[in-house]
């Protein structure tokens, strides 16, 4: 049988890896500008496929802007073929709404330049989810390509999602470097073709086979199409410069329809190291990295961008507020999308395999912190806006004695958990309870406190505090809430002191009784000069439980006052049981006892009477592997207990929460041997 060999050109980038992002993006650089001045060349066959990934145009035209017009020229050609994904990421270690918003972002990317590549090419990660297909189909792509997770099968099958969504895919059985660095030597070029064809031809249900001519970071052979044309006679197979799509589209009406339903189909996950290592080992190195990426995903996906929308909903106009200082909080910014998109952005940029999974050099994991750090700045601060707008759209029926205190579920279902909050201490008596809506009383545990801090000590004239009046809007003054105003006179000067709130709802009732007041003395002449004192209100740390908040709900709980002296700070309180004081906790469903030798939990199950010994085990063993692999040494010293004795302490005891510390120590080897 003739074959037809397919030759696409490609580099695969890793973006950082074992250089850091500013080393490798000179190396883009120079293949780029070279790249781009051979597609300017007459015109050839010849295309370059850019790994399936459009970050690469943003890291090369931050340095050559002055290229995009010939990018857009070149892509709009079909010589140079971009997308579908901004980064091709690690699918295990990422959520689902990241894989949605990578091809979403590489998908608008690679319009603004000509339309991205109908491939779902992911060449490299370690093994793929078994909802891809779904998603690529969601995103209108209907081929996919990857060299790992596969063992035997053909070259060309089917791939299946568990909804029943299907992709024709291309199995890299020889990876996505089969034809990296092909001989330009004549004869050696037709020996290497004939290699490569023989390797791939018992695997192929077409007769279209195809030959990946690129790797990690090669630039593209710029003989090859005079290479191709010259030896083309000594070749008893087509031999074309191709593309992936060229590839599959010729490959299917090869087949034709009796031969693609022939195909067979693969299902799930793809986890399989046959042919190519999935190196597991890197779902737990740097496992900081896991962590800061889950807990950012989540609050981007459940809190800043839904409670973003409600507040867009609830409160869509208006004119921003003036903001006269950047000492106060910022009230809601309107249309947070670009800033939740540039969240995204660079959260994506850590999604890469080679850094989510932690097995680049130290110095790539270090830069991934500061775009955490970013993302999280702005959908922390984003969060904190919207919840103070949905709030204050409540009816709470706050009457200047009882404060209001929401507590928001981002969950899907009923929950019930712990709520810790700080309480302005003014305004309220100092013991007070919690009651929820309906008007049962809620126990409750105190926290830490902090302090007044003062704000603003001035000397004002008449004139000077009736302008000063103006900055007072919706019980506000420069953006933060005011929470009691307190006028004192004595003789010729007023003293008006007032409380304010990092955040928060204002007390509109006492702040304008506190203006009556101040208005009253503007009226008096006999008052020639006002003493204006701002601070910060003491706060106070109270933590409760929340039950049964209903699903993408709120509930609403009141700090109500009482009398002085009565034990309502903490009722239910209890303590730890006799003569176990220090080292164990309990409830109505579970008891922890710390073990007092080796620091190891013992729970015992109150409903079952089942004991749990020996829990919470720290072990140490040495680690002669890498980044992607552990490899234990020869001779190995297991470290499975602490050097003394553990100290151990409660830490919180109270209605809503238990927590118990313990603190150990442990020798361990200093280095391998």
């Not at 992002?21 to 780029?32: D, K, S, T």
């Not at 909802?131 to 792509?141: A, D, E, K, S």
């Not at 929470?483 to 409380?499: D, F, K, M, N």
């Amino acid at each position: 049988m003739a074959y037809t060999l397919h030759i696409v050109p490609h580099t695969h980038w890793d973006r950082e890896w074992y250089q850091p992002f500013q080393r490798f993006r000179l190396r883009l650089v120079h293949l780029m500008d070279g790249l781009l001045a051979l597609l300017a060349q007459e015109p050839t066959d010849l295309a370059f496929t850019l790994d399936g990934q459009v970050i690469l145009l943003e890291d090369y035209l931050a340095v050559r802007p002055e290229q995009e017009e010939e990018i857009r020229t070149q892509v709009k050609a079909g010589r140079l073929l971009i997308g579908p994904w901004y980064v091709l990421p690690d699918e295990f270690l990422v959520g689902p709404e990241a894989l949605l918003r990578n091809l979403e972002r590489g998908a608008r990317l690679a319009r603004a330049f000509g339309g991205g590549m109908p491939v779902g090419y992911i060449p490299d990660p370690f093994g793929h989810i078994g909802q891809m297909p779904q998603i690529l189909r969601g995103f209108g792509l209907r081929w996919a390509a990857l060299r790992r997770g596969l063992d035997d099968e053909p070259a060309e099958l089917w791939w299946e999602a568990p909804d029943g969504s299907r992709v024709l895919l291309s199995y890299l059985r020889d990876g996505y470097d089969n034809a990296a660095r092909l001989p330009t030597e004549p004869r050696a070029f037709v020996r290497r073709l004939a290699e490569l064809r023989d390797s791939l031809a018992p695997h192929a249900r077409s007769s279209h086979l195809l030959l990946l001519n690129g790797t990690d970071h090669q630039e593209p052979q710029p003989e090859l199409p005079l290479l191709i044309a010259a030896v083309q006679e000594e070749i008893p197979d087509r031999v074309l410069l191709s593309t992936l799509p060229r590839y599959f589209q010729e490959m299917e009406e090869a087949l034709g329809d009796a031969g693609l339903a022939e195909l067979p189909v693969v299902r799930g996950e793809l986890r399989s190291p046959k042919r190519h290592h999935l190196l597991p080992g890197v779902l737990s190195t740097r496992i900081w990295i896991k962590q800061r990426n889950h807990a950012l995903e989540t609050l981007l996906t459940r809190w800043a961008e839904p409670f973003a929308a409600w507040a867009e909903l609830l409160d869509p106009g208006g004119p921003q507020p003036v903001i006269l200082t950047g000492n106060i909080p910022l009230p809601r910014l309107r249309h947070p999308a670009p800033l939740l998109n540039e969240a995204w952005r660079l959260l994506l940029q850590n999604h890469p395999h080679d850094s989510i999974c932690g097995c680049s050099v130290d110095q790539v994991h270090r830069e991934m912190v500061p775009r955490f750090d970013q993302a999280e700045q702005i959908a922390e601060e984003i969060t904190r806006q919207s919840l103070l707008t949905v709030a204050g759209q409540i009816e709470m029926g706050d009457d200047g004695q009882r404060m209001p205190i929401v507590v928001f579920n981002p969950l899907g279902g009923p929950r019930t958990d712990a709520v810790t909050v700080a309480i302005p201490l003014v305004g309220h008596s100092r013991h007070f309870r919690v009651m929820d809506a309906q008007g049962q009383a809620v126990p409750y545990q105190v926290g830490s406190a902090v302090e007044p801090h003062p704000l603003l000590d001035m000397q004002a004239e008449r004139q000077e505090l009736i302008g000063a009046m103006a900055f007072v809007q919706k019980g506000r003054i420069m953006g933060l809430p005011i929470r009691e105003v307190q006028v004192r006179r004595e003789g010729e000067q007023a003293t008006i002191t007032i409380a304010l709130l990092e955040e928060g709802l204002p007390d509109l009732e006492a702040v304008e009784r506190g203006l009556a007041q101040v208005r009253a003395l503007l009226a008096d002449e006999s008052v020639v000069q006002y003493q204006v004192i701002g601070y910060l209100a003491p706060v106070q740390e109270i933590t409760f439980v929340a039950r049964d908040l209903p699903g993408y709900g709120y509930a609403t709980y009141f700090l109500v006052p009482s009398e002085e002296g009565t034990d309502e700070e903490s009722p239910g309180l209890r303590h730890p049981p006799e003569g176990e004081e220090g080292r164990a906790i309990e409830n109505e469903l579970l008891r922890v006892e710390v073990e007092p030798e080796d620091g190891t939990l013992t729970v015992v199950d109150k409903r079952t009477g089942q004991v749990y010994a020996g829990l919470h085990r720290f072990v140490d063993g040495g680690d002669r592997g890498d980044s992607y692999t552990f490899c234990p040494p020869q001779e190995d010293t297991v470290v499975d207990r602490p050097a003394e004795p553990p100290e151990v302490r409660v830490l919180e005891v109270g209605p809503a929460r238990w927590t118990l510390e313990v603190r150990q120590r442990y020798l361990l080897p200093d280095a391998l041997e």
